[in-house]
């Protein structure tokens, strides 16, 4: 009997053995993934496969960030300390296909609370992945997305003063509020494609690395 096969057991009472057998090598594969979560390890991601991992893995390496200590607190740190909201944007849809629009996605359960974390940070970066290849990345600042951090506040408050005259209720919150994209684009600044300003940002060694990351999705 050969590795690949499997003895007989009581889930395969007559001893057919499995009707897919592995046989393929994936050496090479195993050994880019350990690689790949080594470094992730590194940055406090404990599985770079899961929920965004490599994306995520990307964005703290590309600007030398750790990972924050839990979904409750800021995304990332540098070395100074200053924390940051990190946002990453798919533009397939789960069908695979094209999004023409793209939002930035925020909290299922966005509170007053979230409201004041995203005042208090650094920075936002946010970046746009076509499956594994990152299209644009920006940075924001806070300040510049008030208009939706005051009208979000604005409307928890509301619901705040409907639940005193209640008599109570269920936690005041929003349901995942989006920013688009196209805001993020007209008030913040691109750093991939680096264009004007921006392109001098970047070191050669950097725009080989994203430039090689493009060859992911192909």
Known sequence: MT?????PSQRDPEGQG???RPQGDIRKIVELGLQLQRSASERHIHNVFDDGGYKELLLLELFNLTKGGGRVGNDATDALGREYEIKTVARLNFRGERKKSLSITTEHTLTLENIDRYRSVHLWVIAVFDQSTPEAIYEIHPRELEPYFSQWEAALQKQI???????GGARPHLNNP???????????????????????MLPDYVQEGLEEAQEFTE
């Open 161 to 167: 003063e409907i639940d005193a005259r209640r008599g």
């Open 18 to 20: 499995a009707l897919l």
């Open 178 to 200: 989006k920013i688009p994209l196209n805001f993020v684009a007209r008030h913040g600044v691109r750093v991939w494609p680096p264009d004007g300003p921006a392109q001098d």
């Open 3 to 7: 590795d690949h096969q499997l003895a």
